[in-house]
């Protein structure tokens, strides 16, 4: 099993719609979830942590389920400027300098459709 | 002015040729990244740095060196560039991470190389 991983999509829903991704990581011991966001021939940019309890941003909801190991990102009402590729990232527990393991998802990509 | 900057922004160059790429942030964080991206792979991290005096490999380290010469300034040369060196080279930057906190990464623009 791959140390994370995203339906690559592309997800096209229409306008208006919601749209729900997920991201699965191997290593259960992992600490720190989040959501960024790519545009196309952009740098990826946060878009939203993921806490154990889970959290909302607008039309953005990012929830955790430790028992499967999986992340969740949903979206309400999609705009068009909603397109872009999101991509998960996930850390697992510090294990000092030298071993870094931040690990990104290859992303799902979301078209809106007018 | 943006916080985290890289230059070149676009590159093509012919194999065999040494390329350095630069990158300088105004964040202030002790720790800097590069990653590259290729389609259908996503992000890898290549090296990393916590601070001045500290360079870890990362994921995909061989055929790079980098170079950390000061907080804000962090490099990475391809010593002896090939065609599958052909990518878009992103530098990230990120405030203190430990157990239960956060360690957001903030992302250049990027550079897109092209080795021929």
């Known amino acids: 099993r791959k140390e994370v991983e995203q339906d690559p999509g592309p997800f096209n829903v229409p306008e208006g719609a919601t749209v729900a991704f997920n991201c699965t990581y191997s290593n259960s011991a992992s600490q720190s979830f989040f959501w960024y966001r790519q545009d196309c021939r952009k740098e990826p940019k946060l878009l939203m942590s993921v806490y154990s309890s889970g959290n909302e941003d607008g039309r953005f909801t990012a929830q955790l389920n430790r028992a499967s190991q999986y992340i969740s990102l949903l979206i309400r009402d999609s705009k068009l400027s909603d397109s872009a590729t999101y991509l998960c990232?996930?850390?697992?527990?510090?294990?000092?300098?030298?071993?870094?393991?931040?690990?990104f998802g290859k992303g799902t990509k979301l078209s809106v459709i007018p | 002015d943006a916080d985290v900057t890289q230059t070149p922004r676009n590159r093509i160059t012919k194999t065999g040729k040494r390329i350095m790429l630069e990158c300088s942030q105004t964040k202030g964080h002790d720790r800097m990244y590069w990653y590259r991206q290729d389609p259908g792979l996503g992000l890898r991290l290549i090296y990393y740095?916590?601070?001045?005096?500290?360079?870890n490999k990362g994921e995909i380290s061989d055929g790079y060196s980098v170079s950390r010469q000061a907080q804000a300034k962090f490099s990475l040369s391809l010593e002896s560039a090939i065609p599958n060196q052909t990518a878009l080279y992103f530098c990230a930057t990120s405030d203190y991470w430990s157990a239960g906190s956060t360690d957001t990464q903030y992302f250049g623009p990027g550079t897109r190389l092209t080795v021929l």
């Open positions: 740095s916590f601070d001045v005096k500290d360079i």
């Open positions: 990232v996930v850390i697992p527990s510090y294990s000092g300098a030298g071993s870094y393991q931040l690990t």
